[in-house]
């Protein structure tokens, strides 16, 4: 019975070097003073260090001081919970310097029946966070010029129709309000034979016979 016990230990052993070594995720040990105890290679790759230069650093001079309140709250809601329920977001700074997004889950490892580490597994989400920044900068920029354009914009689903956005002229124009016209049917803004011309040109822009409504 020893011997099976061992046997299962050396292949629980086995099966997490193997999880640590090959996963493409940052996986990281660090005590409950933050000290990194363990990483493996992405999660070096990614902070741009060698094992020797990241071992014994601690996290708060990796994410700096600004988010120390929030690792408090995020250790004591696992030593509570037992868990993380949900990702939490951080900044790291690089080895050079670069400030990174990552976004990381964390649970508890015991000793003696005691937390003693935290695992956690993380994920670049930098050039996610770059690209919803573009995204919202986008919208900023066409809501901007859409309400201070001397035409009438309205925003329309293709399939059913439906009003998705509409600016402050065609609010105007049409004397309804903002909240009134979303959601609302084009058809019943729209003069029947406009409609009717608007719905012909979509369906050539659909089909590829034009490139634009004029």
């Not at 640590?20 to 990281?28: A, G, L």
């Not at 996290?59 to 993380?84: C, M, N, S």
């Not at 670069?98 to 930098?126: F, N, Q």
């Not at 979303?182 to 490139?211: A, F």
């Amino acid at each position: 019975e020893l011997e099976s016990s061992r046997a299962s230990l050396l292949e629980i052993q086995e099966r997490y070097q193997c999880l640590f070594e090959r996963t493409h995720d940052c996986i990281y040990i660090h005590d409950l003073n933050g000290k990194i105890l363990e990483a493996n290679q992405p999660t070096l790759d990614l902070l741009g260090y060698i094992w020797e230069e990241l071992q014994g650093l601690d996290f708060p001079t990796v994410f700096g001081e600004h988010q120390i309140p929030l690792a408090r709250a995020t250790l004591a809601e696992i030593l509570k919970d037992g868990r993380l329920k949900h990702d939490v977001e951080y900044s790291l700074r690089r080895k050079n310097g670069e400030w990174i997004s990552i976004e990381t889950w964390a649970a508890p490892l015991y000793r003696d029946g005691r937390p003693y580490a935290l695992l956690g597994v993380a994920k670049d989400i930098t050039e996610r966070n770059i690209f919803e920044e573009a995204l919202q900068e986008s919208a900023r920029n066409f809501r901007a010029l859409a309400e201070n354009a001397n035409a009438c914009i309205l925003v329309i689903t293709g399939e059913d129709g439906i009003i998705i956005y509409a600016n402050r002229m065609a609010s105007e124009l049409s004397g309804y309000t903002p909240s009134e016209l979303y959601r609302k049917p084009v058809d019943e803004v729209l003069h029947p034979e406009v409609y009717v011309r608007l719905m012909e040109r979509y369906d050539k822009i659909v089909n590829g016979k034009t490139s634009g409504l004029g």
